[in-house]
T-cell receptor, first 109, second 112 residues
Framework: EDQVTQSPEALRLQEGESSSLNCSYTVSGLRGLFWYRQDPGKGPEFLFTLYSAGEEKEKERLKATLTKKESFLHITAPKPEDSATYLCVSPSATNKLIFGTGTLLAVQP | ETGVTQTPRHLVMGMTNKKSLKCEQHLGHNAMYWYKQSAKKPLELMFVYSLEERVENNSVPSRFSPECPNSSHLFLHLHTLQPEDSALYLC???????????FGPGTRLTVL
């Protein structure tokens, strides 16, 4: 069964304290791995798409990496405005998006 | 307007009311989606339209009725809803199914 699992469920960091969010996937024939950011009461905002193991993408303090079984979202020197829920998503072979349950990140000043 | 827009942003309705949610995408995409997001739950896919044809209906109650008059517009017609239908309703679009989806800001629906 296609599945996307994110950990931890929640993460609290101090401003400037770097860390990583994990996404494990079991999707046959990976056709992409997407990362989104979602603020409370708003729609998910697209961050990155990764297609192959070894690929990396960066945006400001965020860097996403991909292996054959996992993806990591590295947050370097986070700021309070980085607080949000981060979603990991992958399309199944039938083109249905499989969503992880998300990691709720809180960055304290 | 750019991206994906949704109106209204907030809606309060009684169980006997009829209302509609509207979504418009300005990205030239050919697939559009409705999702439901309840508190502390993952997004639940409701409907998928590809080239204006409904291609997926995930066991959604008939009190939710989608309409896709063209590739840029998507509606969700609501009637005789239940309090448990209160949630954030999100619209998204993509170029072909299975590709990156871009989401609208959502409609916060409260059913009294």
């Amino acid at each position: 069964e296609d599945q996307v699992t994110q950990s931890p469920e929640a993460l609290r960091l101090q401003e400037g304290e770097s860390s990583s969010l994990n996404c494990s996937y079991t999707v046959s024939g990976l056709r992409g791995l997407f990362w989104y950011r979602q603020d409370p009461g708003k729609g998910p905002e697209f961050l990155f798409t990764l297609y192959s193991a070894g690929e990396e993408k960066e945006k400001e303090r965020l860097k996403a990496t991909l292996t054959k079984k996992e993806s990591f979202l590295h947050i370097t020197a986070p700021k309070p405005e980085d607080s949000a829920t981060y979603l990991c998503v992958s399309p199944s072979a039938t083109n249905k998006l499989i969503f992880g349950t998300g990691t709720l990140l809180a960055v304290q000043p | 307007e750019t991206g994906v827009t949704q109106t209204p942003r907030h809606l309060v309705m009684g169980m006997t009311n009829k209302k509609s949610l509207k979504c418009e995408q300005h990205l030239g995409h050919n697939a559009m989606y409705w999702y439901k997001q309840s508190a502390k739950k993952p997004l639940e896919l409701m409907f998928v339209y590809s080239l204006e044809e409904r291609v997926e209906n995930n066991s959604v109650p008939s009190r939710f009725s989608p309409e896709c008059p063209n590739s840029s517009h998507l509606f969700l017609h609501l009637h005789t809803l239940q309090p448990e239908d209160s949630a954030l309703y999100l619209c998204a679009s993509s170029q072909d199914r299975g590709n990156t989806q871009y989401f609208g800001p959502g409609t916060r629906l409260t059913v009294l």
